[in-house]
């Protein structure tokens, strides 16, 4: 009866009864990691599908403005949510910049409008790079550490177990198989924690690149469309009608 009892013992609740101190400082890593890369990721989906809204949104109400003037009343009215309201806000406000500096015939070493303008949307991506990679490293470092705190676990849990046995005076195979399985149940644990947080990191970066590519096409219609109008912005002219195909592709781009 007694053999019985003790090899229906063993398991996770016996390792955490026998664990103290040290012992349980890898299983409460792994426990806060895992729970970390869930948070991550469900908030992570959250904000993509309502930044997704937002963008499809903006895109569709973007080309239905009559001029830049416009545009510009209705940003400044309502800040930006989305990425690429944030684009189009930079980008409209550094042709405002260059409109102030050639209205007081000042030269501010902007280099050309169109140099300007290009690096005013460069920054801007880069900013929405950032943004978007924010928190990717934690999930990288929950899937290449969780696996060897999770080994350090059964190593500790190895030592503690064979010094029990030789304490105790018993070396057959029943006595050591016992205890050293029930360490190894960290090093599971750790590769447990590990495999989702190295697929969510994987799902989020193509999910990002994804996006930056479209904002690429996005910034370089953007682009293309005030670079025409700053030509002739002596006119104020409104925005050209004549784009259609533009359109439909930047809505297109604005749904991904």
């Not at 400082?25 to 599908?49: D, E, F, N, R």
């Not at 042709?95 to 409008?113: E, H, M, N, T, Y």
């Not at 002596?234 to 991904?256: C, D, P, R, Y």
Request: hydrophobic share 50%; with cysteine.
């Amino acid at each position: 009866m007694n053999p019985e009892v003790e090899t229906n013992a063993m398991g996770i609740a016996h390792l955490l009864s026998q664990n103290t101190g040290v012992g349980l400082i890898p299983l409460i890593l792994l426990v806060l990691m895992s729970l970390a890369t869930c948070y991550y990721a469900l908030l992570k989906l959250w904000l993509g599908v309502r930044e997704q809204r937002l963008n499809a949104r903006f895109v569709s109400q973007f080309w239905q403005h009559e001029s830049v003037q416009e545009m510009e009343r209705q940003l400044a009215h309502t800040p930006p949510e989305e990425a690429y309201g944030r684009i189009t806000h930079a980008a409209l406000a550094a042709v405002a910049q260059i409109d102030r500096a050639q209205g007081r015939a000042v030269s501010l070493k902007l280099g050309s409008p169109d140099d300007f303008l290009l690096r005013a949307l460069r920054q801007a991506i880069t900013m929405e790079r950032i943004r978007l990679e924010h928190g990717l490293a934690l999930l990288a470092s929950v899937g290449s550490a969780a696996p060897f705190v999770g080994l350090f676990g059964t190593v500790w849990g190895i030592y503690h177990a064979l010094l029990a046995i030789g304490a105790a005076g018993q070396s057959s195979l029943d006595k050591v198989a016992g205890p050293v399985g029930e360490a190894l149940i960290m090093t599971g644990f750790g590769l447990a924690v590990a495999l989702p947080a190295v697929l969510i990191y994987n799902f989020f970066v193509r999910r990002n690149r994804l996006k930056l590519a479209a904002l690429d096409e996005f910034a370089y219609d953007l682009f293309a469309l005030l670079v025409t109008g700053f030509e002739k912005s002596a006119s104020n002219v409104t925005l050209l009608s004549g784009i259609e195909n533009a359109k439909s592709e930047t809505v297109k781009k604005g749904q991904m």
